[in-house]
Every structure is written in structure tokens, then in C-alpha cells.
């Protein structure tokens, strides 16, 4: 079965940082396109981060400079490293898999973990 767990959510102050980890079963996660999603009360889900079969990687506006998204192809668990948080970085983070090899805008994500919890102080 195909199954995606994540884990590293928290609390922390703004400025701070959290190492999100997606783990991957039933599937290797070098193979698809992987990204991290996140939604807040009240607001759609949107796209944070994705990373492709090659490495190549894409970020939304809000979050660059400050995330990086990386996949440990032995470990088939994909990260999604956060720094100098804010509070409106405060979500529900979700990792996803997309399509074979690439990623598509619109992406294709058809598997979703159960998600993980960001909160940000003030």
C-alpha cells in the first residue's frame, strides 16, 4: 500500500525553525514529482514547495529564501526544512505525491498524508 507520514510539526516563536519529514511507503519517492502543501483555517490549501525525480525544486513566493525542500531518495522520506518562521506561516502541512518523474502546473497529487501541525507565536 501506498502511504505518506508526516512528522516535526510544533510550536514554536516567530523566528524560529521546524524540519518537517515526509515518510514514503509502497513507493520510491525519487521516482515522483513530491511536494508539501499547507492550509490554514479559513484558507485555501496551497502549494508551498515541490521537488522533482531530478532535484529541481520549486517554491511559492511567501516562503522563499526562508524553506528548502529535499528528498532523501534511501531514506524515501522527503523534508521540508522551515527558517525564520512567521505567524502566518501557521498551518496544517501536508506532504503529497504527484506525477512519474516531473512536475506539472496543475499538479497531478494523488496521494496525501494525514498532515502535520505548524504554529507560530508571536
Known amino acids: 500500500q501506498v502511504h505518506l507520514v508526516e512528522s516535526g510539526g510544533g510550536s514554536v516563536q516567530a523566528g524560529g525553525s521546524l524540519n518537517l519529514s515526509c515518510r514514503a511507503s509502497?513507493?520510491?519517492?525519487?521516482?515522483?514529482?513530491m511536494a508539501w502543501f499547507r492550509q490554514a483555517p479559513g484558507k485555501e490549501r496551497e502549494e508551498v514547495a515541490t521537488?522533482?525525480?531530478?532535484?529541481?525544486?520549486t517554491y511559492a513566493d511567501p516562503v522563499k529564501g526562508r524553506f528548502t525542500i529535499s528528498a532523501d531518495n534511501r531514506k524515501d522520506t522527503v523534508y521540508l526544512q522551515m527558517n525564520i518562521l512567521k505567524v502566518e506561516d501557521t498551518a496544517m502541512y501536508y506532504c503529497?505525491?504527484?506525477?512519474?518523474?516531473?512536475?506539472?502546473?496543475?499538479?497531478?497529487?494523488?496521494?496525501w498524508g494525514q498532515g502535520t501541525q505548524v504554529t507560530v507565536s508571536s
Open positions: 503529497a505525491r504527484g506525477s512519474i518523474l516531473y512536475c506539472y502546473t496543475p499538479g497531478n497529487f494523488s496521494v
Open positions: 521537488i522533482d525525480s531530478f532535484g529541481r525544486t
Open positions: 509502497g513507493f520510491d519517492v525519487g521516482r515522483y514529482c
